[in-house]
């Protein structure tokens, strides 16, 4: 597994819970080396360990501790970056939601060895959508957890009311139900998506 997704899950513990729960849970894990390095590659036994013991540690269900995860990668501070990069997925959610597709091939734009799962976005109505998200092996089960609390945050930086249902795992793939109610339900977070802002932050069109 690549370094850089196990130093997310150590990041996300470290910020959220402290350094005395993450140390407590590395000796449950028999983690020896207490850091994961985001350019290294770890056997998934190694993280499954971790995250196991996290579980246990914090008394949660892997599925939560998952969605947190990533509900912390846009709205923690030290990932600002990664939402604004996110928000320049599109205007507004539904724009956002087209861009998903591309966003395992832009993940390699950034990082040339990591490969995220592959992601399908269909639509049936108006409105609603059917994420697949399928694994290539690429890490541990539950990567469609991490990506409910990806969307469930990023509709709220947006202003859309949504509602979220992971339909569960089958062949290596996870579905996730998506139905926008109303794009513009409450004002989003501050954003702006403009040619002097891209000129700014040095992004190309």
């Avoid at 770890?42 to 509900?71: F, M, S």
């Avoid at 600002?80 to 734009?109: K, Q, T």
């Avoid at 990806?150 to 139905?179: F, K, N, P, Q, T």
Wanted: glycine share 8%; charged share 25%.
């Amino acid at each position: 597994m690549h370094g850089l997704i196990a130093r997310t899950l150590q990041c996300f513990l470290q910020d959220t819970y402290g350094q005395a729960v993450w140390q407590d849970i590395c000796r449950a894990a028999r983690f020896d080396a207490a850091e994961f390095e985001a350019m290294l590659d770890y056997e998934t036994a190694t993280v499954q360990a971790v995250l196991d013991a996290a579980v246990d540690r914090l008394n949660k269900p892997r599925e939560v501790i998952l969605e947190d995860i990533g509900t912390y990668l846009i709205t923690h501070r030290n990932n600002e970056g990664l939402r604004r990069l996110m928000r320049y997925g599109g205007v507004d959610f539904i724009d956002f939601l087209h861009s998903l597709e591309e966003l395992p091939g832009r993940a390699r734009l950034a990082v040339a060895d990591l490969s995220l799962p592959a992601l399908e976005l269909s639509d049936s109505a108006a409105g609603q959508f059917l994420l697949v998200c399928r694994d290539r092996g690429f890490m541990l089960p539950g990567f469609g957890n991490v990506l409910v609390g990806v969307l469930r945050s990023m509709a709220d930086d947006y202003g859309a009311l949504v509602l979220l249902d992971h339909l569960g795992s089958e062949d290596a793939s996870e579905c996730i139900r998506i139905s926008v109610i109303e794009t513009d339900y409450a004002e989003g977070r501050d954003f702006e998506l403009s040619a002097s802002c891209v000129a700014r932050h040095g992004i190309a069109s």
